[in-house]
């Protein structure tokens, strides 16, 4: 396996930091990174915001589904979808652009998040530590608002990083399923019944499937983060309809 392959295979997700600050070098070495990821018509459908005063950091730990490792994370970066930047150029450029539509919000969303997980790759090469945090998508009027969004500007992912703490080198990194169940040959097909179950059973721990799935179900799913996520979405939505 080259150092690539197993950079990409041993990553995972860093959730506790020490104090120790990230050098200049190395949030430029992240940024640079990111901005490299392959994008759309290499439109760079995104800005990122480098939030760095400590209470907005603060804020979004609370409105980040209550996250504190979110205010203890040295660098956090926020990859907005933006489909208003090219819309404001065309306009001084005296083109007459359509309004932005669902895909245009859709290949955003893309264009941010494929650049995210080159700073996450970066991030990891150099030591340092990553989590996303999906909740930035919560709370629409809340985060539009805390970060001067516009419209036609969507967070589509945050990212905290930071120097990784010693116990962080003991959690083991969750596996994923087999490959068979993720990799499809020639088109689309439902998994059977036994595979559903093949699914999630590395997340057992010792548990049925039903009683697993249920709590899980309950956890994520049917939670009222991930219904907030849905409301808050489709105020973003809204504004391309
Ligand atoms: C889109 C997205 C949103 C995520 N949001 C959160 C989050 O809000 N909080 C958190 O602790 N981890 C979050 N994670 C990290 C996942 O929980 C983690 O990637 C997953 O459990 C697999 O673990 P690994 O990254 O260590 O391989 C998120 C990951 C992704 C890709």
């Given at each position: 396996?080259?150092?690539?392959?197993?950079?990409?295979?041993?990553?995972?997700?860093?959730?506790?930091?020490?104090?120790?600050?990230?050098?200049?070098?190395?949030?430029?070495?992240?940024?640079?990174?990111?901005?490299?990821?392959?994008?759309?018509?290499?439109?760079?459908?995104?800005?990122?915001?480098?939030?760095?005063?400590?209470?907005?950091?603060?804020?979004?730990?609370?409105?980040?589904?209550?996250?504190?490792?979110?205010?203890?994370?040295?660098?956090?970066?926020?990859?907005?979808?933006?489909?208003?930047?090219?819309?404001?150029?065309?306009?001084?450029?005296?083109?007459?652009?359509?309004?932005?539509?669902?895909?245009?919000?859709?290949?955003?969303?893309?264009?941010?998040?494929?650049?995210a997980q080159n700073a996450?790759?970066?991030?990891?090469?150099?030591?340092?530590?990553?989590?996303?945090?999906?909740?930035?998508?919560?709370?629409?009027?809340?985060?539009?608002?805390?970060?001067?969004?516009?419209?036609?500007?969507?967070?589509?992912?945050?990212?905290?990083?930071?120097?990784?703490?010693?116990?962080?080198?003991?959690?083991?990194?969750?596996?994923?399923?087999?490959?068979?169940?993720?990799?499809?040959?020639?088109?689309?097909?439902?998994?059977?019944?036994?595979?559903?179950?093949?699914?999630?059973?590395?997340?057992?721990?010792?548990?049925?499937?039903?009683?697993?799935?249920?709590?899980?179900?309950?956890?994520?799913?049917?939670?009222?983060?991930a219904r907030e996520m849905?409301?808050?979405?489709?105020?973003?939505?809204?504004?391309?309809?």
């Amino acid at each position: 396996m080259n150092e690539v392959l197993k950079q990409l295979s041993e990553r995972k997700s860093v959730r506790a930091f020490t104090d120790r600050k990230l050098s200049e070098e190395d949030r430029n070495a992240i940024l640079t990174a990111a901005v490299q990821a392959p994008t759309a018509g290499n439109q760079q459908l995104y800005t990122i915001l480098d939030i760095q005063d400590q209470k907005l950091k603060d804020r979004l730990a609370e409105t980040c589904d209550h996250q504190p490792m979110i205010a203890k994370a040295d660098m956090v970066l926020i990859f907005c979808a933006d489909a208003a930047k090219w819309l404001n150029v065309y306009r001084t450029a005296g083109c007459q652009p359509r309004k932005p539509g669902v895909g245009d919000l859709l290949l955003a969303c893309s264009d941010a998040c494929i650049a995210a997980q080159n700073a996450v790759t970066a991030a990891w090469s150099l030591g340092i530590g990553s989590c996303y945090i999906g909740d930035i998508m919560e709370n629409a009027e809340t985060h539009q608002q805390l970060l001067h969004l516009p419209e036609y500007v969507m967070p589509a992912c945050m990212i905290i990083f930071g120097c990784p703490a010693k116990e962080v080198g003991n959690r083991i990194k969750p596996e994923r399923c087999d490959m068979d169940l993720i990799v499809q040959k020639d088109g689309y097909h439902e998994l059977s019944l036994d595979d559903q179950k093949r699914m999630v059973s590395k997340s057992l721990n010792g548990k049925d499937f039903e009683s697993w799935t249920q709590a899980f179900c309950a956890r994520k799913y049917n939670s009222d983060f991930a219904r907030e996520m849905s409301r808050s979405v489709e105020v973003y939505l809204e504004q391309f309809k």
